[in-house]
């Protein structure tokens, strides 16, 4: 196995372990208060967000990985 | 205009019909501005946006949107002609186009999660796009991890001079108005086809109560007519029009991470993307944010943005010194670039009660006010001696939205 084949393993590895430890993680419903606040939440910025990727990706040469709207706290 | 004309009309019966047909509804109205300046490039873009959006059931929401893109400004037609070194105003062409972009989407809800779709229609003088997206939301561990899967299949159609006598790249004259195309009628306008794929998956997570964290992948592929037509480069002895490969595949990742700052009740953002495509433009994007709530009412967000970029395999600042190849751009997307963004917004939603309003059917009203200021580096990229002289930009965005 290269040291290319061996890092891309790494890699996947250490995603399933992160994905593994998210069955852990246990905020409770009652804990969500700050996750729920729209501070918290991704994409909270809306259609001003979404109206300055579309202004800097005709301006720069790369675009995507933008911003997905929910915030992992069961508020939407 | 016709069909601009017609879904003005479907929108503004939507708006009023909205708020009676659904117990709940949203209107949001918003336009932004973006400004270039500094030399005598200047460019205006102008994005109006209308979305109404219904929910006729728990589990179903219908929207219906329509955006337009009104640019007006200069651009220089033939880049790095032997003029553009004295002043590169005499070589440029003004430019005033408007495109328009009607949406409609459906997303049905679950406990298990969510579906939706979308298709959007884009049309201009000498460009017109379909695009469906569909997507799907799943929350799991207690809702604490949130998977979100879409993918993007979009056919668009560029107008070009039709020039069938044109074997090689180098002899291809460049389009200079767009009269006539899209009309089937004018043999001199021809089409060319462009397809698209966007692949897009994203993991949200609440580590704490106060700690959530975003990874999004994203990857694009770009398939048929990349070039502008209205372009065209100096190759030494003569100009052809650009000539950008047929095919780009784009690969982007994103993550994000949001902590909520208890005593001040505010939270800060940060979020780093690294970009990377088979033209062997790289990029690294990092945004750093801090948001506070004023009063439950108003949120103030102040933020900054870095962006650096390599420039493209077959880029070149001077093709007629330093040909790359097979093929030739005029893009400055494609060369070097550093950008640095400041900017500013806030958000102010008032709901019955509050400040003694009294909102009628409303359940709430929102101002959004948004402003950055950019500027922007080329160190690799001039107009044969000079350099970019439109380096600066302002975006503003104004936005009001009216939830029933």
Redesign the interface.
Known sequence: MDSRSSSKLGILLLLLLA?AA??C?????A?????A??????GS????GA??E??LSN??????????T?????C? | MRTLLSTVSVLLVALVAAPALADTAEI?A?S?L?YEFGGPLEML?V?P?V?VRVDPADEVQITAAYEADIVSGASVAVVDSPSADVDVISSATQLDDVRSVVTGGLTLNSPFG?LRGSYSYGFESDYTSHSFTIGA?S?V??????F?LSYARGFDSVCDLNQPRAQEAVERRRLDVSDGCFDGENDLRTAHDLALQ?F?G?????????F?T?L???A?LVDGFQSNPYRAVWLGRSAAQEHHPDNRF?????L?A?L?I?PLS??L?A?V?V?R?NWD?R?I?AEAAY???IDGAV?V?VRGRY?T?GA?AFFSDDYGIRPVGQYFTGDR??SD?E?FMAGL?L?WTLTPGSEGANLGPLQAFRL?L?A?YIH?EFPGFNYVRASVPNNN?I?G?L?IELIF
């Open positions: 994905l998210t069955g993680v246990m905020v409770q419903p804990q969500r208060e700050f996750l606040d729209p501070a918290m939440t991704f910025e809306g259609t001003a109206m300055e579309h202004v301006r720069e040469g790369s675009a995507g990985a933008g911003a997905v929910g915030g992992g706290c069961g939407n | 949001d918003y932004t973006f873009v994005n946006q979305r969510r939301r929350e561990f207690e809702r604490n991890t949130t979100d966007t897009q994203s993991w949200t997570q609440a580590w704490a109560p106060i959530v975003q999004t992948l994203t694009q784009r690969y982007a990742a994103s994000g949001r909520w208890e505010g939270a953002s979020r993307r970009y495509d433009v990029s994007t948001e506070q709530s949120r967000r962006y970029q493209a997307e494609l670039q950008s917004s958000v959004v948004k950055d922007h930009s975006m965005t936005g």
